[in-house]
């Protein structure tokens, strides 16, 4: 596990607007997806912005108190690595590194995102992190990442395309032994874990049939 994952880990906290999936319902008695340990999807602030379903929403998210908090939040979540890693991110790794998430994380809230983690019998955690961006903020996310990648010594990014869309990877031999991101889109898929990362191949797979990874997500107060 290395500090990549504290971007995968504080994605999370789109879970706490209460958007879900439009899914079709489950037929009774599919089995349950024993391996899946995480998932959500938030449809982001900027489209709650315009949601006449989230008046409520809206109101708490337009609040001082609440901007204080997710001020003082994301700053807490940009200098995570160093918190979690210790000594093993230096100072200057960890002002660096938190320069270079507090603008991935302000795209976390405002974009629609998509986590999920898996951990399969015998086999390595797997980390998807899904966010449709905007072509300039795609740019921003890949510079972004590519230093990330330096500075925390993960390894030598290498260049591949997946589904026809072009991808980064960096490949190790301890875990995780993947490190991918690819821009699909107006999307980019960021995965984390072992050599297959399944996760990040099925999206790409989606975006190229339908243009969405995913399903429309709907938000209610």
């Known amino acids: 596990m290395r500090p990549i994952t504290a971007l995968l880990m504080v994605a999370a906290l789109g879970c706490s607007f209460g958007c879900r999936e439009k899914e079709a319902a489950e037929k009774p008695g599919k089995p349950v997806e024993t391996d899946l340990l995480v998932r959500y999807h938030f449809v982001g602030t900027a489209s709650l912005a315009g949601n006449p379903n989230a008046t409520k929403l809206k109101e708490l998210w337009t609040l001082p108190q609440t901007g204080r908090l997710v001020e003082q939040t994301l700053q807490k979540l940009a200098h995570a690595p160093r918190t979690l890693y210790g000594e093993r991110i230096s100072p200057a790794q960890d002002e660096r590194g938190a320069l ?5 994380l302000d795209d976390l809230l405002q974009s629609e995102s998509f986590l999920q983690m898996r951990a399969p019998a015998g086999a390595a955690t797997e980390w998807t992190l899904l966010v449709q961006l905007s072509a300039e903020r795609l740019k921003v996310w890949r510079a972004g990442l590519k230093e990330l990648l330096q500075l925390w010594k993960l390894g030598t990014t290498t260049t591949n395309t997946i589904e ?6 960096v490949k190790r031999t301890d875990p995780p032994t993947l490190v991918r991101f690819v821009e699909a889109g107006s999307w980019l898929a960021l995965g984390l874990g072992p050599n ?14 339908g ?7 709907i938000c209610r107060d």
């Open 100 to 104: 270079l998430l507090r603008p991935l």
């Open 164 to 169: 026809g869309f072009p991808a980064w990877e």
């Open 196 to 209: 297959n990362l399944a996760g990040v191949g099925e999206a790409a797979r989606r975006i190229k049939a």
């Open 211 to 217: 243009g969405r990874p995913i399903a429309a997500a």
